[in-house]
């Protein structure tokens, strides 16, 4: 079994930045592909990015893309997500997630079998 751990989430202002951190334990991390997701109260949970095994291939939703980066550092089995330019839209909680797969495209929950409990990233104006 997989547990995901999310941390580094909390208040920020709007134009600040934050990072989030998923320690992963239970299978060998640097197998598997990672992503980020969001959920806001009232609304679908929302893909952000992923990365693949090696770290070599990364991909970004638009809503995010230019402002987020995703990382990994396969030697201490962690998931990065560096938020720069944070909006109030960003407030939601956001969850780390481990490859599954159950889907051809990393954007889509059913791609990843393994899910963190999320942490909180509130954003004031």
């Known amino acids: 079994q997989v547990q995901l751990v999310e941390s580094g989430g909390g208040l920020v202002q709007a134009g600040g930045s934050l990072r989030l951190s998923c320690a992963a334990s239970g299978r060998t991390f640097s197998d598997y592909a990672m992503g980020w997701f969001r959920q806001a109260p009232g609304k679908e949970r929302e893909f952000l990015a992923a990365i693949s095994w090696n770290g070599g291939s990364t991909y970004y939703a638009d809503s995010v893309k230019g402002r987020f980066t995703i990382s990994r550092d396969n030697a201490k089995n962690t998931l990065y997500l560096q938020m720069n330019s944070l909006k109030p839209e960003d407030t939601a909680v956001y969850y780390c997630?481990?490859?599954?797969?159950?889907?051809?495209?990393?954007?889509?929950?059913?791609?990843?079998?393994?899910w963190g409990q999320g942490t909180q990233v509130t954003v004031s104006s």
């Open positions: 997630a481990s490859e599954g797969s159950g889907s051809k495209r990393v954007d889509d929950s059913n791609f990843y079998a393994y």
